[in-house]
């Protein structure tokens, strides 16, 4: 997997695209394109649909390089981008217009890609449980919990993601750990956050 770029190396490689560099749009994608097929996967489970929506992405970016605006966060930007072609085409697929789609689509919390990398079989079992208890949130807090403490994105790039303000953002958020609180032993709740962080 390719190392995440820094702010300002991918701000330099956004602008560079703009400018006509062929190159310093597929760095972009290579960067990012795990981070991408990873929220993409939580979205949608067909990993070749995911995959379609990234590269028709990427295409739609190389073809509006000419007309495209700066953007404060590259990374936040195309996890929107994707998010909306995804919502777009399965809205195509099931013969519903888009709006009707923009709050209910199934959102899946999985830490097993990763899990291999975790040998104690304790530390398996709770990761299990957490992601028991998080998939049994509403849909838009397992997507916030999964921006921000699987994707580390700010509350602002969040906000920008989801279409909310930043003080819906702190309050879903709120009510989010209020949950996981309640459906996880009060003793083990700090595990919450150490797990995350280990992913």
Not at 1 to 20: C, D, H, I, K, V
Not at 27 to 51: C, N, P, T
Not at 93 to 103: E, G, I, P
Request: with cysteine; proline share 2%.
């Amino acid at each position: 997997m390719s190392r995440r770029l820094p702010s300002e190396e991918a701000q330099q490689l956004w602008q560079e695209y703009r400018a006509g560099d062929m190159y310093a749009l597929a760095k972009i994608m290579q960067s990012y394109y795990a981070d991408l097929f990873h929220w993409g996967m939580r979205l949608h489970g067909d990993r070749e649909f995911v995959k379609d929506c990234i590269q028709e992405l990427f295409v739609n970016l190389w073809k509006m390089q000419a007309s495209i605006n700066s953007v404060g966060n590259v990374r936040s930007y195309l996890l929107v981008v994707l998010k909306t072609r995804i919502l777009r085409e399965l809205s195509k697929k099931q013969a519903t217009h888009q709006s009707a789609l923009s709050d209910e689509y199934s959102f899946s919390v999985e830490f097993a890609a990763d899990i291999r990398l975790i040998e104690e079989e304790n530390e398996i079992y709770q990761i299990r449980k957490l992601e028991h208890v998080i998939n049994h949130l509403p849909e838009r807090q397992k997507e916030l919990i999964y921006l921000r403490f699987y994707q580390n994105l700010s509350f602002e790039q969040i906000a920008d993601i989801m279409n909310l303000g930043r003080q819906s953002v702190y309050n879903l958020l709120h009510k989010s750990l209020d949950s996981l609180r309640k459906n996880w032993p009060v003793n083990t709740i700090g595990l919450f956050l150490y797990f995350l962080e280990r992913i």
